[in-house]
Each structure stands twice: as C-alpha cells, then as structure tokens.
C-alpha cells in the first residue's frame, strides 16, 4: 500500500502504468526498485564501499550502472533485440534509468492508442453507412477520448488524425465519446476479442448471439 502511493511528480505515468498491469507483484516491486535505482548493481555498491571496483563484469568496458545494466551492456542489448526492442529506445541517451522506462511505456501507450485509433475510424465509417443519428462511442484510452474531445484545439500529430476523422463524419457532433475502465465493461473487451480471434465482423441490434447472454448479464450487475 505505501509503494502503491508512490508515483507523483513527472515519472506518475509510468508508475500508474505498471500498478495497473496485471502481473505478479514481485515483478512490480522490481520495477519499482529500477525506477528509484535501488537495485546491488556495482556502481551503487561502489558508493557505499570504497575500493569497489564498479566496472561491468560481462562487458569489462564501463561501470556498471543501472542504465548500462538495463539497456547499454552490449550483453543486455542483445537480449532486447531478441525481444523484439530494436528501435530508438536503444540509440537514445539515458542517465536515469527511470527515464528509460518512462519513455519506453510512453511509446507502447501510444502504440495502442493508435490501434484504437483505427477502430474508432472504422466505428464512425460504420455509422456513417448505417445512417446513424446517435453515437455513443467507448474506448478505455483515456489518450484517445481527450484527443478527441479537445480536437479543435490539440496540435499534436494524433489531435490533428483525430480532428481530420471527426470532421470526415458529417453527424460527428451527435457523437458521444466516453473514457471506460476495460475491466467494467466485460461485454466491450469479450466482443473486441472475439473479433480480433475470429478475424470478421458482427452486426447485431438488440438480439445479441446467445453465448454473450451471460457476459451481458453479468455487465449490467456490475454496472457496465
């Protein structure tokens, strides 16, 4: 509870990130542990022994600090890569390792609030073929919902995409566009998945396939 309340000033979005992902909870201390560079790496060490010598054992090339642990280490580099993290993450200039991992969640919330983009793009295209005069759109991107509220006076890239769609819309101003928590609305997230598993599209009006019977039922209990 006490790290849970750590997380205000400029790194809060990365903290809320990682409190929010569903992962097991010594993962989450280890990331917390990164982000205050707490953890025995030599460098730290060094400081509070004297005579340490701090340069990294697998490289032998520079000290062994956090950054250089986590993402300079020709050694660490190579895992990354193999990971699939073989962008400007690894070309850019860290001293703190938290600015790191800040930027790095900055770049994956951006990466699905562009995916959501998309959806919400095809969701008014729909609309717009169904002669649709009421809209109520939903999305668990909080980037994307503002976006979208504040289009006429958001200059940046996703603003400006966000605005041009909107404005693509002849009915927008009907448009209803609601920020939701994911885990709230069962219906939403078994829908989007089946979608995305099945590869296809689903039109119904009020009579819903009967194997979403229960999820709807168990969304209008819980609120959603």
Known sequence: MIIKKVGFGPHRFLWRAIWKLKMLPKIK??????????LPTFDNIARIRQGLNNICPRCNN?????????????K?????????LNNSLLDRNYINCIDWLGDAFRDKAMDI?????EAFK???????????????????SAMLVNAVKKRRTNISILGQCVRKECDAFSN????????????SNYTADFLCNLAIRNKNDL????????????????DVINGG
């Open 203 to 218: 039109y119904f009006d009020m009579e819903y396939p009967s194997d979403i019977h229960n999820i709807i039922i168990q």
């Open 62 to 74: 520079s000290e062994e600090t956090l950054i250089h642990v986590m993402k300079d280490c020709p």
């Open 172 to 183: 927008f101003e009907s448009v209803q566009v609601n920020c939701i928590n994911r885990n």
């Open 113 to 117: 609030t562009w995916v959501e983009l």
């Open 122 to 140: 095809e969701g008014l295209k729909l609309a717009e073929r169904l002669k649709i005069d009421r809209l109520i759109v939903e999305s668990d």
């Open 29 to 38: 201390i280890f990331s917390w542990r990164v982000g205050h560079n707490i």
């Open 76 to 84: 660490a580099r190579e895992i990354l890569v193999t990971g699939g």
